[in-house]
C-alpha cells in the first residue's frame, strides 16, 4: 500500500512515519502532487500556526489538491483544523472540507483558562470508523490552543473548559485533535484502523 505523509513543512513527520513503519507499512514524505494522488492513504499532519501553515500548502499548490483527494485521508491535530473553512488565529481561510470555524480556547474564560491545552485527557460518544475496538473514555495526548466545535461531522468528543471535537468522519477524510502517534496503544489502533480502511 502506498501511504503518503504530506510534507509541507508544518512539523510532527517523523513520529507520525515512526508509528505507520512501526505498523509494518512504508509511508513517503512528500508534496508533490501526482505521489500525493497516486497514494492509497494520505496523512495530513501538523503543529503549529494556521496562517504560515496555510501559506506553505498554498505555495506548494496542496490548496486545491487535498479537498479533491478520493482517498482516505487523515488529519492530525492542526491538519484536522486545517480542512475547515476559516480559524480565529489570524483569521485565516483554510481548505473550506468542513463547514465552521476554529475557534480560540480563551475566548471561552480569557481570565482562566491556560493555552495551550495540553496533556492526556478523555475522549468519548466515540462514532465512526476510526473508532473500531477503541473503548469509551479512553485517553489521548492532545497539544492544541485552538479547537473545533461540535458539528455534524464530529466523531468523538473532549473536554476543556466545556467539550470539544477531539475527532472527524466526513466522507473519505478523517481528523484527530490529538496525536495518536503519540498516546500509546490506543492511539496506534486508531491509526492502524485508518491505514485498514
Known amino acids: 500500500m502506498k501511504i503518503s505523509i ?3 513543512g ?6 507520525v512515519a515512526s508509528a505507520c513503519k512501526n505498523l509494518g507499512y512504508s509511508p513517503v514524505l512528500t508534496a508533490d502532487e501526482k505521489t500525493i494522488s497516486r ?10 500556526n494556521a496562517i504560515s501553515a496555510m501559506k506553505r500548502i498554498r505555495e506548494k499548490r496542496l490548496d486545491n489538491l487535498i479537498p479533491s483527494l478520493q482517498q482516505p485521508v487523515l488529519g492530525i491535530c492542526l491538519g484536522m483544523q486545517l480542512m475547515m473553512e476559516t480559524s480565529d ?9 468542513l463547514k465552521g470555524r476554529v475557534a480560540y480556547f480563551r475566548k471561552r474564560n480569557s481570565a482562566g ?8 485527557n478523555i475522549i468519548d460518544n466515540l462514532k465512526g470508523r476510526l473508532f473500531e475496538g477503541i473503548d469509551e473514555r479512553t485517553r489521548m495526548y492532545f497539544v492544541h490552543g485552538y479547537y473545533v466545535p461540535g458539528n455534524e461531522y464530529t466523531a468523538a468528543n473532549s ?26 496503544e490506543a ?4 491509526l492502524d484502523n485508518f491505514l485498514k480502511l
Open 159 to 184: 473536554y476543556y473548559h466545556g467539550s470539544f471535537t477531539a475527532a472527524i468522519e466526513k466522507d473519505n477524510f478523517f481528523g484527530c485533535q490529538f496525536h495518536p502517534e503519540k498516546s500509546g
Open 113 to 120: 483558562i491556560k493555552v495551550p491545552h495540553m496533556g492526556w
Open 89 to 97: 488565529e489570524g483569521d485565516t481561510e483554510c481548505l473550506g472540507i
Open 39 to 48: 497514494s492509497d492513504r494520505v496523512i495530513f499532519p501538523g503543529v503549529g
Open 10 to 15: 508544518a512539523g510532527n513527520l517523523f513520529s
Open 6 to 8: 504530506i510534507d509541507y
Open 187 to 190: 492511539g496506534i489502533e486508531i
